[in-house]
């Protein structure tokens, strides 16, 4: 390894808007089971699937139907 780098013609990241930031959320079991099953059958992990839906209701600002019993 150098002792010293050169990072003068640098650049930053153009992808790390895109990154994810990892939480913790609280999902009731029916709620991920379904997203499981529907992992299932798109063959990609429900995680993914959760996080495109969220994306896409957030990309058409779509706003949930609250009805309080």
Same mark, same amino acid.
């Given at each position: 390894?150098?002792? $010293? =780098?050169?990072?003068?013609?640098?650049? *930053?990241?153009? =992808? !790390? *808007?895109?990154?994810?930031?990892?939480?913790? #959320?609280?999902?009731? $079991? $029916?709620? #991920?089971?379904?997203?499981?099953?529907?992992? /299932?059958?798109?063959?990609?992990? =429900?995680?993914?699937? #959760?996080?495109?839906?969220?994306?896409?209701? !957030? @990309? /058409? @600002? *779509? *706003?949930? !139907?609250?009805?309080? !019993?």
């Amino acid at each position: 390894m150098r002792n $010293e =780098y050169d990072f003068s013609k640098s650049q *930053k990241n153009p =992808y !790390a *808007k895109m990154l994810k930031r990892q939480i913790t #959320i609280r999902i009731e $079991e $029916e709620t #991920i089971g379904y997203f499981k099953g529907l992992s /299932s059958q798109f063959g990609i992990p =429900y995680q993914n699937l #959760i996080n495109m839906f969220l994306r896409d209701c !957030a @990309h /058409s @600002h *779509k *706003k949930p !139907a609250l009805k309080w !019993a």
